[in-house]
């Protein structure tokens, strides 16, 4: 069976809604406050930026239904070595908070709070095959929204097409849209960092050593959404998204002890460090985020 070049870490941690996630596209009208004769005109009405944030939510709840659907694509292809465009094998996005989704044309959609998804599979070699997936808005300001994301691999490379709109750190802090909720940016280091330990000790009851190279014990984190990765200064990196990793290993096999190394690179985590040595002892301590 086909290894993936892509890993995708699980999405954690709770997230607090702007204003409740019901389906409420437009905010009210606020009501007028009178003015007197001799009183300045009054201020321009907030109800744009209102607008600017509730859009902002609807492109949130889309790029975490498309990294949802994109998780579970990921899953079956590493079962069944092919993408599937069979929505019923795939977890439907989040409903409104009130349990209530959007109509769907057939029973080749699935439907979410705000938008519907629709998913098709080109190719079927396992190297030369992606699965596309297009949200379409419906009803209020999501009505004539669209976007769409592809992945998979085109000649044994990975491919990746992800909408320019949906960008990962506009979604983090207080924007809290429906869907499953994004980790803290700190989690994604830590989270590698377990995946990369979990890769060592593999290795390990196979070999009777520890390797430096990431590829040959089988560590491969997952790019940013749209597909790049932090830069690397030096090829004893490996790059993810915002954090890059390195192992170091002393002592002779089988004695051998191994440090990993989560160094952020852009964004939030700028200069952030997390170490994980082979007897699971965390620097500075452990973030405490979900695998």
């Not at 990765?229 to 089988?254: H, L, M």
């Not at 004695?255 to 170490?275: D, H, I, N, W, Y």
């Amino acid at each position: 069976m086909r290894s993936l070049s892509f890993r995708v870490t699980g999405l954690v941690s709770a997230m607090v809604v702007l204003g409740g996630c019901e389906r409420q596209e437009k905010a009210p009208a606020p009501a007028p406050a009178p003015v007197k004769a001799s009183a300045p005109a009054p201020a321009p009405s907030s109800r744009s930026s209102t607008e600017g944030e509730l859009r902002e939510r609807l492109r949130c709840e889309a790029l975490l239904g498309f990294s949802g659907l994109m998780a579970a694509q990921q899953e079956f292809f590493g079962e069944k070595n092919v993408w599937t465009a069979d929505v019923t094998r795939l977890p439907s996005p989040a409903a409104c908070t009130d349990g209530s989704r959007v109509p769907t044309l057939d029973g080749t959609w699935l439907a979410g709070c705000h938008f519907r998804y629709a998913v098709s599979v080109t190719g079927s070699h396992p190297d030369n095959s992606t699965f596309s997936v297009r949200a379409v808005g419906v009803g209020g300001l999501a009505e004539g929204l669209t976007y769409a994301m592809t992945h998979g691999y085109a000649d044994g490379k990975p491919v990746r097409v992800w909408p320019s709109e949906l960008v990962l750190e506009d979604c983090h802090g207080v924007r809290r849209p429906e869907g499953t909720p994004l980790p803290a940016p700190l989690c994604e280091g830590a989270s590698n960092l377990k995946g990369f330990f979990t890769a060592q000790k593999a290795y390990f009851g196979e070999k009777d050593r520890y390797s430096e190279s990431a590829a040959q014990v089988g560590f491969a984190p997952e790019p940013c959404l749209d597909g790049s990765r932090a830069p690397v200064p030096d090829d004893t990196w490996t790059a993810g998204c915002r954090f890059i990793y390195r192992a170091e290993v002393s002592g002779t096999a089988p004695e051998q002890t191994f440090r990993l190394t989560a160094r952020g690179m852009k964004g939030p985590v700028v200069e952030q460090k997390l170490m994980l040595d082979s007897e699971y002892t965390w620097s500075p301590a452990d973030p405490g985020c979900a695998p």
